[in-house]
């Protein structure tokens, strides 16, 4: 991994480990799709000015159908069903649902070629990274809060295929125009959605300010770090970042919002982790090797 590629990575992974304590303290206050719909409104509001600047949005036009389903599963869906699983589960422990995302992210890389070797310890990492979730659901969920995790789940998939999309068909487009129209055809999607559910109760400014902060840093900052880690790195270990993301969820759910450290953290936390980077990691082999080299 180049030192560029690194910074990004470190960057992207703690920035987007900040998402599940502002979401939380949000949706405690206003329904997840004014959330989302206020959060794409900001990023699009920062990034449009710049990608017409840099004349990026006329050249990412051109390819609107698979801008719009980069928009829909990286945003559409995904924001708001992580809305919906915070508003049942703790932050810390949605967050270390979404670290899921390499593994499944692997599992879509193999189905679509784009990745063809899923086999000895990388299946053994898909094993181990499921028992970690299955202690994590075991242990810390039920209920209602079953809910929550069916919401978390769609938004593991809609982050793990989202990629995919931009490594096999927009890799050639202006990252920044992608971005700019993906959350302003989120923002035009959601604004009835925003007027019809806007809440009637006083909101605390913590929650206004939380909406602004998802905005600018883990939307529009983030946006523009995560495709230049992608042309970095490619697709599926750009999903890695999840090492980073839920340990920092973890302390700030646990600083910030007195969140606890339960059983479920402590046994299936290590265990996706570990999933993660074995079902993730490169093969050492010499015929691995060639096949992975760039082909003209």
Not at 249 to 266: F, K, Y
């Amino acid at each position: 991994m180049s030192r560029r590629a690194l910074a990004l990575f470190i960057a992207l992974g703690l920035i987007w480990g900040t998402p599940y304590l502002f979401i939380r303290i949000a949706v405690e206050h206003v329904e997840p799709a004014v959330l989302v719909g206020l959060r794409v409104a900001i990023g699009a509001l920062i990034l449009v000015p710049i990608a017409a600047a840099r004349h990026q949005l006329l050249p990412a036009l051109r390819h609107w159908p698979w801008v719009a389903a980069f928009a829909l599963l990286e945003i559409s869906i995904a924001f708001l069903t992580l809305g919906y699983a915070e508003q049942r589960l703790s932050s810390s422990l949605t967050a270390l649902i979404i670290a899921m995302v390499p593994l499944v992210a692997a599992v879509f890389a193999r189905m679509l070629g784009l990745d063809p070797r899923l086999r000895g310890i990388r299946v053994l990492g898909l094993a181990v990274g499921l028992a970690g979730v299955a202690a994590l659901v075991g242990l810390d969920v039920e209920g209602a809060q079953f809910w929550g995790v069916g919401a978390a789940l769609i938004t593991v998939l809609g982050y793990a295929s989202a990629p995919m999309i931009v490594s096999t068909k927009l890799a050639d487009v202006p990252s920044l125009g992608v971005i700019a129209w993906a959350l302003t055809l989120n923002a035009v999607l959601y604004a009835p959605f925003v007027w019809w559910l806007w809440p009637t109760d006083t909101v605390p400014a913590s929650a206004w300010w939380s909406i602004v902060v998802l905005g600018v840093i883990p939307t529009a900052l983030a946006f523009v770090l995560l495709f230049a880690l992608i042309g970095e790195v490619g697709p599926a270990r750009t999903t890695v970042i999840t090492f980073i993301n839920p340990a920092v969820a973890v302390v700030l759910g646990v600083l910030v919002l007195s969140e606890p450290v339960t059983w479920g953290i402590v046994i299936g936390f290590p265990l996706v982790l570990a999933g993660s980077f074995l079902a993730t990691r490169p093969d050492r082999n010499t015929a691995a090797a060639i096949e992975d080299a760039p082909h003209p």
